[in-house]
């Protein structure tokens, strides 16, 4: 089995900036992928941006130039720095680790107010 353990959410301003981090636990093979979604008010869950253990990236739309995520594989820890806010990234935020299947965290809540 593998925990996963979020921090870094909270309230910010629009414009304003936060760094989600997530640390995995327990069962973690290498190779694996790990990253982040997001669920908003009264939407449905979407990808944020994912990183292989290689160091490849992948990001939505919405996000790319505003968000960077990195990991440190030592740490099996993964980050998400997000810059210039806007109320519309407001959102629970989960984080995710795929490997002999998928594992999420418990979220970590996102405000940006306007």
């Known amino acids: 089995q593998v925990q996963l353990v979020e921090s870094g959410g909270g309230l910010v301003q629009a414009g304003g900036s936060l760094r989600l981090s997530c640390a995995a636990s327990g069962s973690i093979f290498s190779g694996n992928v790990m990253g982040w979604h997001r669920q908003g008010p009264g939407k449905q869950r979407e990808l944020v941006a994912l990183i292989r253990s290689g160091g490849t990236t992948n990001y939505a739309d919405s996000v790319k130039g505003r968000c960077t995520i990195s990991r440190d594989n030592a740490k099996n820890t993964v980050y998400l720095q997000m810059n210039s806010l806007k109320s519309e990234d407001t959102a629970v935020y989960y984080c995710?680790?795929?490997?002999?299947?998928?594992?999420w965290g418990q979220g970590t809540q996102v405000t940006v107010s306007s």
């Open positions: 995710f680790l795929d490997g002999r299947g998928r594992s």
